[in-house]
């Protein structure tokens, strides 16, 4: 994630994204919350997509990372914390977009 956002790589970070959304659901161990994931996730790339384009937003890819060296060293309340970090990046942008809707 990181050579992505260093690179603007966004199909790079598109498709690790993806695998480290399959690995949290695995991870879990919950089935409900697994599929509800499966089904929010797509859901958010699209309006992603739709509104902002291929875009890599540094402050939104290094959330990411945040929550990825979290989960990797077992630390729960860091991995909150990027979550909320990235929660709080995402509000932020629902109202703005750089691509214009039909």
Excluded at 24 to 43: D, F, K, W
Excluded at 45 to 67: D, P, Q
Excluded at 89 to 99: K, N
Aim: proline share 1%; aromatic share 6%.
């Amino acid at each position: 994630m990181k050579t992505a956002l260093r690179t603007q790589d966004f199909d790079a970070f598109a498709r690790l994204d993806a695998e480290f959304n399959r690995l949290c659901i695995a991870a879990c161990r919950n089935e409900l919350a697994g599929s509800m994931m499966q089904v929010i996730a797509p859901l958010n790339r699209r309006f992603w997509f739709t509104h902002h384009g291929r875009t890599l937003s540094k402050e939104g890819v290094e959330a990411h990372i945040e929550i990825a060296l979290a989960l990797s060293r077992g630390d729960a309340k860091a991995a909150l914390a990027g979550t909320e970090r990235l929660l709080r990046y995402v509000e932020s942008r629902v109202g703005q977009s750089s691509v214009t809707a039909c």
